[in-house]
């Protein structure tokens, strides 16, 4: 993701994880500061524009996957893809992106959160391979538990 991608990300990020207390300023700033983490990766799918997307008002940017490296692991913060453009295999490129990412190339853990209420992202991992560690009580803001996921690094994600 390069500066000039920013507001179209936060916008995206906004249309899917609405949330009436972040505003839109919120999340310029939120991924201004992670593309400034040195440990931060912020990776995006772009589409290519037909006249079908034009009409609908999409935008190019249709998905975006955010990640750190912390110490041996990668923490996979969010992955999200745009309503229109699910489950054409996106997310899975994202992550297979992230997963021969050189930043994260010598990690041997992924780790993330996910709501237990998260179905269609609970799906996606388990085809992926993540497998549950543990259950974190009250994780989110409004109280929902979350599953933490984790998969080891195979020779083949490299
Ligand atoms: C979860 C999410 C990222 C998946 O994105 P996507 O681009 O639609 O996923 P893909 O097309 O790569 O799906 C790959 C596989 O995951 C599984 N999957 C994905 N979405 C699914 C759903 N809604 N129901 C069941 N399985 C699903 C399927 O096995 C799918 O393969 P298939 O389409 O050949 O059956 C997307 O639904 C999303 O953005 N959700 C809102 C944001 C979110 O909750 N992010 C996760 C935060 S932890």
Redesign the pocket.
Known sequence: MTVEDVPYVAALDET?FEDPQVTIEDRIVRFEEELARPFAVVLVAEQEMTVEALERNEDNIV?YLLAWSTFDEAHLL????SEPS???????QLLDAFLTHEKFRDLHLVV?E?RVS????K??YE?EGFVLSRTRRSYYPDGEDALELVRARSEGDA
């Open positions: 899917i998905g969010n992955i999200a893809v699910r489950r054409k295999g996106i997310a899975k993330l996910v998260n179905e269609a992202a799906k996606f085809k």
